[in-house]
């Protein structure tokens, strides 16, 4: 059975940072990272394949940095310069297979979820 599992969430004040886990599975190609804030509909933030190329939403460029370990089979989210909008559940993703750089932040192209860790900025 496959299961992530992400931690590293918490609260922080506007400015912070946190870096965020994700342990995975080994047989994992594509993985990103979603958000969802109360209210609204998830989202993509970061995407990286089994190669390591990455991709970003807009909202979050310049302040997070995604990466693997393969050998760990860990997706990291380093967060930095943490803004109150910032604040969601987060999820991590994966696919066993490569879905292409454009469709990484697609949240139909994986088929397996984490259960989410809480991210909450404060001013």
Not at 51 to 72: C, I, P, Q, W
Not at 91 to 102: I, S
Not at 107 to 114: L, V
Request: proline content about 2%; overall charge negative.
């Amino acid at each position: 059975q496959v299961q992530l599992v992400e931690s590293g969430g918490g609260s922080v004040q506007s400015g912070g940072s946190l870096r965020l886990s994700c342990a995975a599975s080994p047989y994992t190609y594509s993985m990103s990272w979603f958000r969802q804030a109360p209210g609204k509909e998830r989202e993509g933030v970061a995407g990286i394949d089994s190669d390591g190329l990455t991709t970003y939403a807009e909202s979050v460029k310049g302040r997070f940095t995604n990466s693997r370990d393969s050998s760990l089979n860990t997706l990291y989210l380093q967060m930095n310069s943490l803004k109150e909008e910032d604040t969601a559940m987060y999820y991590c993703a994966e696919n066993f297979g490569p879905v292409g750089l454009d469709n990484l932040l697609v949240e139909r192209m994986y088929n397996y979820w984490g259960q989410g860790t809480q991210v909450t900025v404060s001013s």
